[in-house]
């Protein structure tokens, strides 16, 4: 009676894992490329830390404000230029323009501090991660004001 039943069941075992093969490589052929890829972030995430802004102010105060005051970069003019770029954007930018005067002329990590000052001088919220001065990883974060999946449905409070 056992062997019987062992009999059967195998095979439909057999049949049963065609299916799920099947229908795996199927699910393989539906999916969109693009699902494959790290999520985007955005810059209302929390993507760098408070000590990494509060250095990027020192660098700045040393390096930057001889030309321009940080109000130039806060608000609408940052907004106008940046809102839909991505910070790696910004990190080129800056790697390949400023100081004005010897472009370049900063650490990777000197200007991933800048990046992460000038994100807190336009009221992206600080995370506990520090941003990394990694040019791929900052162009998957997007320079955002409104978190692209969780929109608040109320105005915030504390704002
Ligand atoms: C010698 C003067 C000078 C220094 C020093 C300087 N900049 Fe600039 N910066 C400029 C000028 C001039 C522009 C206008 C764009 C241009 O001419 O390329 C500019 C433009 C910019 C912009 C783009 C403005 C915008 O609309 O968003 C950013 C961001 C910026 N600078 C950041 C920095 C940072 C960060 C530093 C310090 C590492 C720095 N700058 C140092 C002169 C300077």
Avoid at 81 to 86: D, E, I, L, S
């Amino acid at each position: 009676m056992n062997r019987s039943r062992t009999a059967v069941r195998s095979p439909r075992a057999l049949v049963a894992a065609c299916v799920a093969a099947a229908v795996a490589s199927l699910a393989l052929l539906y999916a969109r490329p693009g699902e494959a890829q790290p999520a985007q972030r955005s810059t209302q995430d929390g993507v760098y830390t408070l000590t990494q802004a509060n250095q990027g102010k020192d660098v700045f105060a040393g390096l930057c404000q001889s030309c321009h005051t940080p109000t130039v970069h806060a608000g609408p003019p940052f907004r106008n230029r940046w809102f839909g770029q991505t910070l790696g954007d910004l990190f080129g930018y800056l790697r390949r323009e400023m100081p004005k005067a010897d472009p370049g002329s900063l650490s990777d990590e000197e200007y991933a501090l800048l990046v992460a000052y000038l994100m807190r001088i336009n009221g992206m919220p600080t995370g506990s991660k520090p941003l990394a001065a990694d040019s791929a990883a900052l162009h998957r974060i997007r320079i955002d004001s409104i978190p692209p999946t969780k929109a608040p449905s109320h105005p915030d409070p504390r704002r």
